[in-house]
C-alpha cells in the first residue's frame, strides 16, 4: 500500500458555506476530509500535515516555500509521494520554487486545489484532490518501482502539468492553468494516461533540499510610453539583486539612450537583469533583431521560453545560492529542472 503525506496549506479548496454569516470560511482538513469520504475508498495509506490557521495562497511568501521544503525532506523516506493543497493563485510560484528548492527528487509532488469550495456541490476539488493521490502512488511496472513522475507537478481539471512550466490563465473555468511553452505529463479520462517522454527521468542521486532564497529582486514590465522616472524608480532599490525585464515579443525593448543607460547601471551596480518575453507562450531571442542587440552588449541574461513564475522563483534560488556573478547568469540561462527550452543566441 502507497504512503502519501498530504500536506494541506488552504486555500479555495479549503472553504465551506457558512449558513449563518451566508459567506464562504476557511476550515481544517477534517472537515475537508467530512466532505471527500471517497479517500477511505481509494487503497491509500495517507497522512496530514496540516497548516493552522490555513493560508490564503495570496498571502504565499518565501518563507512557506522553505518550510513546505522542509516539511518534504524531514518526511522524505517515510512516504512514497506528496500531494500539496494550495490555493491556485500563487501556486504555479510555489510549484516552481519548490522545483529548485528540490534538487534530485525522485517522488512526486504534486500541487492541487480548486476553484470552488469543497463544499459546494458542483466542486472541482474531489477530483483534483483524489487524481493528485493516485498519480502520487503512480510507479513503473517494470520491476524498478520508481515513481512514474518524479518532479514538482501540477495537477487541475484532468491534466497533469509540470509545475515549472504552470500558469494559470483563468479565474473563472475548472480548466484554470496551462503550460503554453510544454506539452502536459498526463491526462486523467478512463484511465490516467502518462507521456513519459516529457517527464524528468529518475535522478541517482539523493534528494538535496536547498532553503536560502534571495527575495531583494524586482519585476520591470515594459510598455508604450514607460517614463524614465517610473524605470529609474523601480531600478533604484537599495541593494538591488535582480530584475526580470518582461519585454515585448522575444525579449525587444525600445532603444532611448536612457532606457540602455539605466540598465547599464543596474547591471553595474551588482544586479543579474533577466529578459523574459511578456507573451504566454515563444521565447525569448536576444539579439535576434536590432531592438535586442543592446541588451546582449549590456550584460542583460536570457529566460528564454521560462514563465513569469519560474523566472522569479529561479532567480531568487540562484541568487540564495552564493556563486560568482558569472555562474549565476550562467545557471539562470540552463535548464535545471525542465523549466526553459535554450535556444542557439543569435
Known sequence: MSKILIIYTGGTVGM???DKTKALRPIGFNEIRNNLPELYRMGIDFYVYAFNPPIDSS????????ELASIIEDRYDRYDGFVILHGS??????????????????KPVILTGSQLPIGKIR???????????EIACSRHNNGSQASMVP???????????RGNRSKKYNAEKFEAFYTMNYPQLAEAGID????????LPTPAAPLKVHKELETNITVLKL???????????????????????????????????????SIKK??????????????????????????????????VVSGHDMTFEAAVTKLMFVLGQGLSREESRKMIETSLRGELTPIEVY
Not at 502518462?194 to 517527464?199: A, D, G, L, M, S
Not at 524614465?228 to 539612450?257: C, D, H, W, Y
Open 16 to 18: 465551506i458555506y457558512d
Open 59 to 66: 498571502d504565499m511568501q518565501p518563507e512557506i516555500w522553505v
Open 89 to 106: 493563485d500563487t501556486m504555479a510560484f510555489t510549484a516552481s520554487a519548490l522545483s529548485f528548492m528540490l534538487e534530485n527528487l525522485s
Open 123 to 133: 466542486t472541482d476539488a474531489k477530483e483534483n484532490i483524489i487524481t493528485a493521490m
Open 151 to 161: 518532479e514538482v507537478c501540477i495537477y487541475f481539471d484532468f491534466s497533469l502539468f
Open 192 to 199: 490516467i494516461k502518462y507521456k513519459q517522454q516529457f517527464i
Open 223 to 261: 510598455f508604450p510610453g514607460i517614463t524614465r522616472s517610473a524605470v529609474e524608480a523601480i531600478l533604484s532599490v537599495p541593494g538591488l539583486k535582480g530584475v526580470i525585464m518582461e519585454t515585448f515579443g522575444s525579449g525587444n525593448t525600445n532603444t532611448q539612450p536612457w532606457f540602455i543607460e
Open 266 to 299: 543596474v547591471i553595474s551596480n551588482g544586479a543579474i537583469v533577466v529578459d523574459i518575453t511578456q507573451c504566454d507562450g515563444g521565447s525569448v531571442e536576444l539579439g535576434k533583431y536590432e531592438t535586442s542587440q543592446h541588451l546582449v552588449e549590456a550584460g
